[in-house]
């Protein structure tokens, strides 16, 4: 398991039952990631970290509702509630998560003019989190991925991990999705295509 890495996407209050983004049964995949941090050996999390008045919230923009989209510099944009505000307890990990082992932990989401779901990539493709180079530095070259949301995090950072050159599986069980105009199907069929591992 040396070479292996599991990466925990977003396990947070703002997207569990209650929170601002709330995913359905979000707060059920949290002993599911528990029982898989006991098993790995390399540990990474990712954590949305929005400033206040990001550019991807609804109430950024006048006369516009959440899960509507806009035209951003860098394509498409949905929009969300406004969620995962840096400092905010909506942002914290979820109380019972048993995150403390992991050895590094990427916040995303923090520049204001772009998203980003991937946990290698801000949503331009380009902007890279340095998730890459610290995964190759330590010599893994395969990771498992978990957490929320199915079709959108998740999804996104299997998909640039297949990119970038590494074996990825997705732990289903571990997820729950938003499923937004059927980006659940439309994700899982991206991530098959991909070569990502579906277990």
Same mark, same amino acid.
């Given at each position: 398991?040396?070479?292996?890495?599991?990466?925990?996407?977003?396990?947070?209050?703002?997207?569990?039952?209650?929170?601002?983004?709330?995913?359905?049964?979000?707060?059920?995949?949290?002993?599911?990631?528990?029982?898989?941090?006991?098993?790995?050996?390399?540990?990474?999390?990712?954590?949305?970290?929005?400033?206040? #008045?990001?550019?991807?919230?609804?109430?950024?923009?006048? #006369?516009?509702?959440?899960?509507?989209?806009?035209?951003?510099?860098?394509?498409?944009?949905?929009?969300?509630?406004?969620?995962?505000?840096?400092?905010?307890? #909506?942002?914290?990990?979820?109380?019972?998560?048993?995150?403390?082992?992991?050895?590094?932990?990427?916040?995303?989401?923090?520049?204001?003019?772009?998203?980003?779901?991937?946990?290698?990539?801000?949503?331009?493709?380009?902007?890279?989190?340095?998730?890459?180079?610290?995964?190759?530095?330590?010599?893994?070259?395969?990771?498992?991925?978990?957490?929320?949301?199915?079709?959108?995090?998740?999804?996104?950072?299997?998909?640039?991990? $297949? $990119?970038? #050159?590494?074996?990825?599986?997705?732990?289903?069980?571990?997820?729950?999705?938003?499923?937004?105009?059927?980006?659940?199907?439309?994700?899982?069929?991206?991530?098959?295509?991909?070569?990502?591992?579906?277990?």
């Amino acid at each position: 398991m040396a070479n292996e890495a599991l990466i925990v996407i977003d396990v947070q209050n703002d997207f569990c039952p209650d929170g601002a983004l709330a995913v359905a049964g979000g707060d059920q995949v949290v002993p599911v990631i528990n029982a898989l941090i006991g098993r790995f050996e390399h540990v990474v999390l990712t954590q949305d970290w929005h400033p206040a #008045g990001h550019s991807s919230f609804a109430s950024s923009h006048p #006369g516009k509702a959440p899960f509507e989209t806009v035209e951003m510099a860098y394509g498409t944009q949905t929009l969300w509630p406004d969620h995962c505000v840096q400092g905010t307890a #909506g942002a914290a990990f979820h109380p019972e998560l048993e995150w403390t082992s992991a050895e590094m932990i990427i916040r995303k989401g923090f520049r204001k003019a772009i998203d980003s779901y991937s946990a290698f990539f801000e949503n331009d493709h380009e902007t890279p989190t340095g998730l890459s180079g610290y995964l190759r530095e330590r010599g893994i070259s395969r990771v498992t991925l978990a957490g929320l949301a199915t079709d959108f995090c998740v999804a996104y950072s299997a998909l640039d991990a $297949r $990119r970038q #050159g590494f074996d990825a599986t997705v732990i289903l069980e571990g997820c729950r999705a938003i499923d937004l105009g059927g980006s659940l199907a439309t994700m899982t069929a991206k991530m098959k295509e991909a070569g990502v591992t579906l277990s």
